[in-house]
């Protein structure tokens, strides 16, 4: 069952579109990578779910709203740059936007203490924010966003900012929140969209240009791909694998080739004869699936 319906929704700033007539649905109860370069227009279309940017056209349905009800109590929502009363505890902070939310001041103390302990930072809930570290001010942020118990929780970009420890925590976090609500997230870091979420949209220059679960989509792009590394340079060893008829893509990666190729055992043949033959120093030779960054390049270029 769809948690939100999003119909024909656009967004232009003056003569220039940016969000060009998205269609799609989130499920209850899956996490959804939003998942596109900068400038693909995954925030102005969190800010327009969320509510805090109009729509030029189309329509954003929430279950169980009737149509121009306001959607705030039924989302939950962190963006990019969060900004917190610094001078606050942690504690003081949740239970103040808990009463924005319209909760008794005894409710939202029960919800912050709950919820701190969810976040992992309830031994820190007397400190005051400034002295929190990135990882423990994203968190207070998740938290905040879950504070009125929303259908949908948004985070924009939740660990773009953070050091490694910092984004291992809320990776984890959002992992265990999962669990028990709907999240949307976005990201431009394709291995953060592969390890946590259910589903993908995935956008680019304002467009969902695919959507779907990561395996559906790995699927209907699925191509054969070895690996080659070799020592030394590997120059030499392009243009050889080019001229092979069953060599459709070729590509540099991290110091390996990347061949795609359409015909998995002619490939394999050609490729290990010749690296007999020439002797070829190859120190791997593997085949691959696609990968999520396999995936979205190939949809991008297309």
């Known amino acids: ?13 003056k003569d220039d579109l940016v969000v060009k007539g998205l269609d799609f649905n989130l499920e209850q109860g899956k996490c ?5 370069p900068n400038g693909a227009g995954k925030t102005t279309t969190l800010r327009m779910l969320s509510g805090l940017l109009k729509p030029t056209e189309g329509s954003i349905q929430f279950k169980g709203t009737t149509k121009g009800e306001d959607i705030r109590n039924y989302i939950g929502y962190l963006p990019q740059y969060p900004v ?15 009463q924005l939310a319209h909760l008794s001041k005894k409710d939202a103390a029960d919800k912050a203490d709950q919820l701190l302990k969810k976040v992992a930072i309830y031994e820190s809930r007397n400190q005051r924010i400034g002295k929190y570290s990135g990882g423990m001010k994203q968190r207070l942020g998740i938290a905040q966003a879950m504070i009125h118990s929303p259908q949908l929780l948004m985070l924009d970009e939740p660990v773009s900012s953070l050091d490694p420890i910092g984004r291992r925590e809320v990776l984890t976090l959002m992992e265990e929140l999962k ?10 870091i ?3 969209a592969e390890e946590i979420s259910d589903d993908l949209l995935l956008m680019h220059q304002g467009e969902i240009v695919e959507a779907g679960s990561i395996e559906a989509l790995r699927q209907k792009h699925q191509s054969a791909k070895f690996e080659l590394a070799f020592h030394g340079s590997t120059s030499p ?15 540099l990666v991290k110091g390996e080739i990347h061949v795609v190729v359409d015909d998995i055992d002619l490939a ?11 002797d070829w120093p190859i120190v ?3 085949l691959s699936r696609t990968t999520l960054e396999d995936l979205f390049m190939k949809v991008v270029k297309n």
């Open 1 to 13: 069952m769809p948690v939100i319906e999003v119909s024909n929704l656009k967004k232009a700033f």
């Open 32 to 36: 959804i990578a939003l998942l596109g």
């Open 84 to 98: 917190f009363h610094t001078w606050m505890s942690g504690k003081e902070f949740l239970v103040y936007v808990g």
């Open 179 to 188: 669990k028990q609500t709907t999240i949307l997230f976005s990201t431009h």
């Open 190 to 192: 394709l291995g953060d």
């Open 237 to 251: 060893y392009l243009e050889k694998l080019k001229q092979f008829p069953s060599v459709l893509e070729i590509m």
């Open 268 to 278: 394999r043949k050609e490729i290990l004869t010749e690296a007999i033959k020439s």
């Open 284 to 286: 791997k030779f593997e």
